[in-house]
């Protein structure tokens, strides 16, 4: 069965850098897209970044864009977020989440989904 372990979470100082890493497992992911959610406190999950699994494509949230970058590791089976200039407004849950569909940025497509990992970003 397919499995998402995210790891990298911590608490930072505004400004300050982080990665989160995803371990995916339990099968192939040709032609399937990868992406990172978050959820703040009392608000929605909302989507972050996603990745073609085959051809390295990328989307990002407005939010972020400039700020993140998505990456993957098709032998390793690893997804990356690299996360830059860090405000308290990213402070939430990142979760991992996977897909077979064809909507990359729609949290309603995505079918597995990681524990999730806590990012603090102090000011």
């Known amino acids: 069965q397919v499995q998402l372990v995210e790891s990298g979470g911590g608490l930072v100082q505004a400004g300050d850098s982080l990665r989160l890493s995803c371990a995916a497992s339990?099968?192939?992911?040709?032609?399937?897209?990868m992406g990172w959610f978050r959820q703040a406190p009392g608000k929605e999950r909302e989507f972050v970044a996603a990745?073609?699994?085959?051809?390295?494509?990328?989307y990002y949230a407005e939010s972020v864009k400039g700020r993140f970058t998505i990456s993957r590791d098709k032998a390793k089976n690893t997804v990356w977020l690299q996360m830059n200039s860090l405000k308290p407004e990213d402070t939430a849950v990142y979760y991992c989440a996977a897909q077979y569909s064809d909507s990359p940025t729609t949290k309603s497509k995505y079918d597995y989904w990681g524990q999730g990992t806590q990012v603090t970003v102090s000011s």
């Open positions: 990745i073609n699994w085959s051809g390295g494509s990328m």
């Open positions: 339990g099968r192939t992911f040709t032609g399937w897209y």
